[in-house]
């Protein structure tokens, strides 16, 4: 049986769950492919504390050369996370010739561009469906299984941690900071949780299904990023009065020839399959033009899950290598129809906006009269009962309008006297 | 450009919608694929009436033939349905050397075995992602992304048209005829619906996602299988009062050793994101003890939806042969920790009960005592207001019971000359 030999760069919490997939599953992996799939070197900095699963002490080393430099390892599992050396050794692991399985998806939206080009000149391959919802098999679908759709769409709650928080939030009426420190006591959110709750995490996702779904590799930048740490307990309880709920989105959109990419908290109606993902769990929605609207819903973290993914991966690769073939699998092509990228200044939406003002009258006829001067229109409108701080919340549904409009009348607003405070809005997404 | 020749046999509905797809995206797929895929063919026994779609006339015609003895052919699709004779005409192609590509679920689940083997002997494939789920790339997923997993259970929502009758009960409150004709006006049911909404498509779908996930091609016969056509909306609303929906689910699942196969109406509880899926659409949840819990989710049916799912397996296919490369897609392994199949009488569930009883006293105190003597625990009990014909329901909800002692206990309770209809019992699933 021919032997496809492995090498892991990172021995921590998926890297111990790949090993122990390959031990454990040996038999039932040569079943199906035909070959004997074999952990030739682990590198880790540190080997020698004890992990989950033993392995012996001559697969272990320090020295990631062990791992590029060795020729009969056809492919290099990158599992070491962050941009340095990740990148570095990936681009060197190519160029002799090893196929690349990673779950980095920071290193990816910031250099998948250079990357894959690597790849592709070398002839060679880098997989990464760990680096998306862990163990579902949303990579593959949208390559693979949706070949022949264009997308209108693609949005999903992409980030546990955040999804956690909100959740905790809705269902225990448990303000953001109990949440979070919950989520910390339970290992869902990490000690420095800014990547997670600020949205980056799910932006350096959102890069890649954009990539899957129209082609274009977005830059970081381009990408408007709004995190779940200004949620208040208020406002997940109002709009849940409302009938949403309040949901951290990564949307990768089509409006006309533009496409909008974009990452914030969302309203979403109670009845949609996403309003119920909850916890650590995440769902991808995606509009295809043929196959209609589908979701995949899964945990979006957690050792064996990500590891799942990671073997899936290698089990391609292994098929491919042992036909001799190669099948280019950055088969993306951009998508014609998207000519730019529209500037969150210029998108519409409908919003949840919350003012905190001063009992006092005519409060509310300054404020859409504002909000009229920008020809935006008011779809409810609720005053609430007078907080401990004496002021009153009024909650507001608007119709859609133009961000940058919203962001003129509310500055406007938030100048007013009666106005006690910044006031919040949220977005809401008719999916 | 290496050009694929593909020969389609059967130019109906998801037929015509495959011929748009591979002319409308003929530079998608050539870019994506490096491959020229060519319609060379096309037979169906009326090659007169017009289609939604056209097509030179050189191409079409009524002979099989034409297409299994043209050796330029490298994929026939079998789009004609039926037993016969689409099972010989696959058979006489894979003997000549053709892949198959084919949504005929009804096939597959009767004669799967010998087809599968045929095509593996003759170092060929037969592909079916369009057979469960249409476009949802449940197969590929279950078979590639999810390739290390040991399933404990998959179930779902498997057909559209029933799940339309459900939906519509339990949201418009229609009576099952009222929905039922509702479905038929709007082409959601056939002017026969017997096999959607018995559940013998449920069924044969279902045939197909144990052999994936359990590695075990199952006779029909030992499916135990109950369609709707018993659910009324009385059960529909009582259901709802209790907190659930009733289902028609598909549900193949581990017991220890035991593997239970089987198709029945199921109350799953409000929350449970399949008690969201609504109307036609079909989802597919799936417990992997790597991946952990999984829902698939899109339309069940529509012609584009259920030709993308043909083109991507016509894709899948043009890449192994452009490769010159007989990969065996038949790589399901026999679950070794299944030993045997349960029959029904030994499953255990709880069960949603309703008796049609007459208000006499002491009437309770009979049924609760026969429940009793089968060792049956009641878990909750609603005497509802009497209907107008003068009888009172009785909602009762069981812990787990052995569907045998149930069976032989409201075959007694039947026979009360208090109990005016036969006994309705709906199993209930925890997932």
Do not use: W
Request: glycine share 8%; hydrophobic share 40%; charged share 25%.
């Amino acid at each position: 049986m021919k032997k496809i030999n492995i090498g892991l760069i990172g021995f921590g919490n998926i890297g111990s769950g790949v090993v122990r997939i390959l031990r454990d599953k040996k038999s039932l992996l040569s079943k199906k492919t035909g070959l004997d799939i074999n952990i030739r070197r682990i590198c880790d900095k540190d080997i020698s504390s004890k992990r989950s699963i033993s392995v012996e002490k001559s697969l272990l080393t320090r020295n990631p050369k062990d791992i590029i430099e060795d020729p009969q390892i056809d492919i290099m599992v990158e599992l070491i996370g962050g941009i340095h050396p990740a990148r570095e050794l990936i681009i060197e692991a190519l160029k002799r010739g090893k196929n690349i399985v990673t779950a980095n998806k920071a290193l990816l939206a910031l250099h998948g561009q250079e990357l894959f080009l690597e790849a592709s000149e070398k002839g060679k391959n880098i997989y990464f469906e760990a680096s998306v919802g862990a163990g579902i098999p949303i990579i593959k679908s949208l390559r693979e299984g949706l070949v022949a759709n264009k997308f209108n769409s693609i949005l999903g709650i992409l980030n546990g941690t955040s999804n956690y928080i909100l959740s905790s939030m809705s269902k225990y009426n448990r303000t953001f900071n109990e949440a979070l420190k919950e989520a910390k006591i339970k290992g869902f959110a990490e000690k420095d949780p800014t990547l997670d709750i600020e949205g980056m995490d799910s932006a350096h996702k959102l890069v890649l299904l954009t990539y899957l779904s129209f082609g274009k590799m977005i830059n970081m930048r381009d990408i408007f990023i709004e995190g779940i740490s200004r949620i208040s307990l208020a406002d997940v309880n109002y709009a849940k009065e409302l009938g949403f709920e309040i949901k951290l989105l990564g949307i990768a959109q089509r409006e006309g020839e533009d496409l909008e990419v974009r990452v914030h908290p969302t309203l979403i109606p109670q009845d949609h399959l996403l309003a119920s993902v909850d916890g650590v769990f995440n769902a991808i929605y995606v509009e295809g033009d043929l196959a209609g609207d589908l979701l995949f819903y899964g945990p979006g973290a957690g050792q064996l899950s990500a590891a799942s993914a990671v073997v899936s991966d290698i089990v391609d690769l292994t098929k491919d290598i042992k036909a001799g073939l190669f099948r280019p699998m950055m088969n993306t092509v951009p998508d014609k129809f998207v000519k730019r990228l529209r500037k969150i200044d210029e998108t519409f939406s409908r919003y949840y906006i919350r003012f905190t003002t001063l009992d006092k009258p005519g409060v509310l006829a300054k404020i859409s009269g504002i909000l009229a001067k920008f020809g935006i229109s008011i779809a409810s409108v609720t005053q609430k009962e007078k907080s401990k701080a004496q002021t009153v919340p009024i909650v507001m549904i608007i119709y859609e309008a133009k961000e940058k409009d919203l962001k003129s009348a509310l500055s406007l607003i938030d100048r007013l006297d009666a106005i006690k405070e910044k006031s919040i809005a949220i977005r809401m997404e008719e999916v």
